[in-house]
């Protein structure tokens, strides 16, 4: 079956020659990088310890990053659109600080405050917290500037739903967890999905934050990014491409993951 | 009395959607809450559901004061405006969900559910979804589900606004004989006149977060309190110094008056049926016509004053431009003092003579 084309064939062309020139013809470039020296030494560069080190590191940060995200995305959305009290407005706007704070002010924001400098510095040292320079510094960077992106899915949907459902199931005397478990998720469950595999895409991807906390610590603090980083100032181009590889597989078994979720969800509904 | 508001305030902010509302209702009655948008009817629904908590005063279901308790146990069951049908869910489980949260057994679940939709006139439908439905089929999975936990009081918000007029109509009666067969005490609210005239046993009409008047929907119709009611009830037209036209001379100075189409008669002069009370009648001039289906409305020049009048389509042709007879019946006289019923006095006794 052909399908025909309904719209304007100008706005079109230029829709698909920007995806083409902006996004797939360097997703393109990078594999073709990757494997420029050969298959053989492609292996080499990503079963390399310290890429297989980053890449856990990596996985880590976002799966720490995602729960607890999905845990203060729910509550805070759910508080924002479900409570009225006072300072709700301000929490709102907090809440999307870390979209418009530069992810290296982030880092350096993290140093000033667990840090050497830090006034509580000595007292966290004291208790065996160790932030600055180290992985659960890297963990929490990544929660901090992917928090936004959870909340942010589900707070117009919650507002959207409205309460009445929420209100005939309390009267009939359903207590919060049943109400948020049969009536409330079901509405939200499409945009959470949806939340989760940007959080999880931002996190995998971040690069400036990590970057001041870790502290380079070439095996022991450094993510995917930061690894890429250091392979691309020696000039081995060649692994660096290699990892980055990895990434953009990453990112493609996500939105796969997310367009089978969506199919599934979708069919359950029919 | 099954349900009572005693002095009940509730503000939002500087707006007072309940005034100083008090009110009962009966054991087994159907009751029209019936005000303008705007009016706290819907406010005066969810205090006493329990969705809302009153600044002050009692609600008292029951002869036990329930202010305190929470909505999941007054024994209500409640249809929201737009349903709140559970969308993720299918009708038969809307209907179970109450059931199942009190933990019944599945076969009572099922067996009751199956009563209710039965009732309901559903059967078959069980395994649809909400957004599969038609509006009135909506409305009963509604009515069913708020049912279902056998509440003792039912409360329905604005429960026909949402279907189109030919199926409101039957759904009206529908729900009428429904609450008239179990036998449940039953409140909704609505701003649609017809409707609350139509289904309730009493009405209670509600402006500004007051309550105006309460009563059997005849006796608001015929002896309204306030002409906010006068004229929130029934078609009415204001007319200045009523005192003018013949018949109503002892309307007070500086009052108004309210006249409704029915209180009216308009005729040729030379309809011999109405000589003996002609010196009852005014003359009045046709200014316009407007054919309504079953009837027409004249819009007639009476002295200065614009005064609407029905008139049967059997009766003979008419114009615009023509004059008439107009004979008034009675009007609605308000000033500041209050308001009352006048009769034409010229007229008198000679009434009997038209029938």
């Known amino acids: ?270 | 009395m099954y349900l009572e508001l005693k002095n009940v305030n509730k503000s939002f902010g500087g707006f007072k959607a309940a005034d100083d509302v008090s009110f009962g209702v009966e054991k087994g009655k159907l009751v029209a809450l019936l005000g303008p948008s705007g009016s706290g009817k819907t406010t005066l629904l969810r205090i006493i559901a329990g969705f809302e908590t009153p600044d002050s005063g009692d609600i008292i279901i029951d002869n036990e004061r329930v202010n305190d308790m929470p909505a999941s146990k007054r024994g209500i069951g409640f249809v929201f405006q737009n349903y709140a049908l559970f969308r993720y869910m299918t009708a038969f489980e809307n209907i179970a969900f109450g059931l199942k949260v009190q933990k019944k057994s599945g076969a009572e679940i099922r067996d009751r559910v199956a009563e209710l939709m039965k009732m309901s006139g559903l059967e078959g439908l069980e395994k649809r979804y909400p957004n599969q439905l038609s509006g009135g089929q909506r409305q009963r999975v509604a009515f069913a589900r708020a049912l279902a936990p056998m509440p003792h009081l039912l409360l329905l918000d604005e429960p026909f606004a949402a279907i189109d007029a030919k199926v409101r109509k039957e759904m009206r009666l529908w729900l009428k004989d429904m609450v008239s067969r179990l036998g449940i005490t039953s409140i909704f609210v609505t701003h649609d006149q017809d409707e609350a005239v139509e289904v309730a046993d009493d009405i209670i009409v509600t402006n500004k977060g007051r309550v105006e008047q309460t009563g059997k929907p005849v006796d608001i119709y015929n002896r309204p309190r306030s002409p906010f009611v006068a004229q929130f009830i029934g078609q009415s037209t204001i007319i200045e110094n009523p005192g003018c036209f013949i018949g109503f001379s002892e309307a007070p100075k500086n009052s108004r008056a309210i006249i409704r189409p029915e209180f009216v008669e308009a005729f040729k002069s030379d309809n011999e049926k109405y000589h003996p009370i002609i010196d009852a009648t005014e003359e009045g001039v046709i200014k316009d016509i407007a054919f309504k289906g079953s009837f027409y409305e004249l819009t007639l020049d009476v002295g200065g004053t614009t005064i609407t009048v029905n008139r049967s389509l059997e009766r003979r042709p008419i114009q615009v431009g023509e004059k008439l007879r107009v004979l008034i019946y009675r009007i609605y006289v308000f000033d500041d003092m209050g308001m009352k019923v006048l009769e034409n006095s010229v007229l008198g006794d000679r009434a009997a003579l038209l029938d």
């Not at chain 1, 829709?15 to 020296?37: D, E, H, M, N, W």
């Not at chain 1, 390399?48 to 590191?57: G, H, N, R, T, Y």
């Not at chain 1, 692994?239 to 993951?257: D, E, Q």
Request: glycine fraction near 6%; charge should be positive.
């Open chain 1, 1 to 270: 079956m052909k399908k025909k084309i309904s719209g304007n064939p100008l706005l079109i062309a230029i829709c698909v020659i920007f995806a083409l020139a902006f996004l797939i013809l360097p997703l393109i470039f990078v594999l073709v990088q990757a494997f420029k020296s050969g298959f053989a030494a492609y292996i080499a560069s990503i079963s390399d310890p310290i890429a297989v080190k980053s890449f856990w590191l990596t996985v880590i940060a976002v799966v720490i990053s995602v729960v607890v995200n999905s845990f203060f995305g729910l509550f805070a959305a759910w508080s924002v659109t479900r409570y009225s009290y006072p300072g709700r407005k301000l929490i709102t706007t907090f809440m999307d600080l870390p979209l418009s704070i530069s992810p290296v002010i982030v880092g350096l924001i993290y140093i000033l405050t667990f840090g050497r400098s830090s006034p509580i510095y000595h007292f966290l040292l004291a208790h065996g917290i160790k932030i600055a320079f180290t992985v659960p510094g890297v963990v929490l960077v990544t929660i901090f500037v992917t928090l936004p992106y959870i909340s942010r899915e589900l707070i117009p949907v919650l507002e959207a739903t409205g309460r009445d459902e929420e209100e005939a199931a309390a009267l009939m005397g359903a207590k919060g967890l049943t109400i948020f478990r049969r009536i409330t998720f079901p509405h939200i469950r499409r945009a959470f999905i949806y939340g989760v595999v940007l959080c999880a895409a931002r996190a995998m991807g971040e690069f400036g934050a990590v970057s001041i906390i870790s502290g380079h610590l070439r095996g022991k603090t450094t993510t995917i990014p930061l690894h890429i980083e250091i392979l691309y100032n020696e000039f081995k181009l060649a692994p660096a491409f290699a990892v980055s590889s990895i990434l953009v597989f990453m990112a493609i078994l996500l939105l796969i993951i997310r367009s089978l979720l969506e199919y599934y969800d979708r069919k359950n509904e029919e």
